[in-house]
Nanobody, 117 residues
Framework: QVQFVASGGGSVQPGGSLRLSCAVS????????MGWYRQSPGNQWELVAG????????KYGDSVKGRFTISRGYAKNTVYLQMNNLHPEDSAVYSC??????????WGQGTLVTVSS
């Protein structure tokens, strides 16, 4: 059984920062990649940031490059998303995704990020 523990959403003013965390556990899972996606009202889900856990290769959505950083935690299958200089258009539901070595994907419960003055 796959379990997600995600935290860090909330409200912040433009220019502020938030940090999201996501940890995945499962008795026999090999997680090869993790990342964050987001969806705002009226829009499709879009990649925010992703990481191949071996080698820590990262990929970012164009709109967050230079502002957001995904990193791997010391605990197994844990990633963090540091979001700096947040813009109102960053407001969305953010969801953590984990992918196994056999390309099975799992989604965590979304967390709301609101950027507003």
């Amino acid at each position: 059984q796959v379990q997600f523990v995600a935290s860090g959403g909330g409200s912040v003013q433009p220019g502020g920062s938030l940090r999201l965390s996501c940890a995945v556990s499962g008795s026999s899972l090999y997680i090869s990649a993790m990342g964050w996606y987001r969806q705002s009202p009226g829009n499709q889900w879009e990649l925010v940031a992703g990481m191949l856990l071996s080698g820590e290769i990262t990929k970012y959505g164009d709109s967050v490059k230079g502002r957001f950083t995904i990193s791997r935690g010391y605990a197994k299958n844990t990633v963090y998303l540091q979001m700096n200089n947040l813009h109102p258009e960053d407001s969305a539901v953010y969801s953590c995704k984990a992918e196994t070595g056999s390309a099975t994907t799992y989604w965590g419960q979304g967390t709301l990020v609101t950027v507003s003055s």
